[in-house]
């Protein structure tokens, strides 16, 4: 979510990114984060590993997962968000990443992202 938050912060009109309120927006948990973290963290080394060498597949989702949840806070984090990134990583796998595919495998992920965050969004409310 870090990058996407940068991302709205840099590029997008203060109405996209909450003004000055540094809590992420539902616009920046559901539709950006997703994009951007599943483009920098998942998508492009599972398909390299998919794709030239299956032997580096395992060792891609669990670095890629530990870094995701790392840059999501802290060491604490990677148990929380690197679990996550599992799960994305698994979702790229199952719909068409192990193909070869790159797409569609790449949107389910950001589609589960997104849901995902969304949830959490909704229970944040509630909880409030």
């Known amino acids: 979510m870090i990058v996407g938050v940068i991302f709205v912060e840099v590029f997008l009109p203060k109405s996209f990114s909450g003004?000055?309120?540094?809590e992420p927006t539902v616009?920046?948990?559901i539709v950006i984060a997703p994009f951007f973290e599943e483009l920098l963290f998942r998508a492009p080394f599972l398909y390299l590993a998919v794709r030239y060498c299956r032997l580096f597949l395992l060792p891609t989702v669990l670095i890629s997962s530990v870094i995701?949840?790392?840059?999501?806070?802290?060491i604490s984090n990677i148990f929380i968000q690197g679990v996550a990134g599992i799960l994305f990583s698994v979702t790229f796998l199952k719909c068409g990443g192990m193909a070869g595919k790159f797409l569609k495998p790449t949107l389910s992920g950001m589609v589960f992202h997104a849901v995902l965050n969304g949830s959490n969004f909704i229970i944040l409310f509630f909880l409030r």
Not at 19 to 22: D, I, K, Q, V
Not at 68 to 74: E, K, S, T
């Open 19 to 22: 003004g000055e309120n540094r």
């Open 27 to 29: 616009f920046q948990a």
């Open 68 to 74: 995701f949840g790392y840059v999501h806070g802290d």
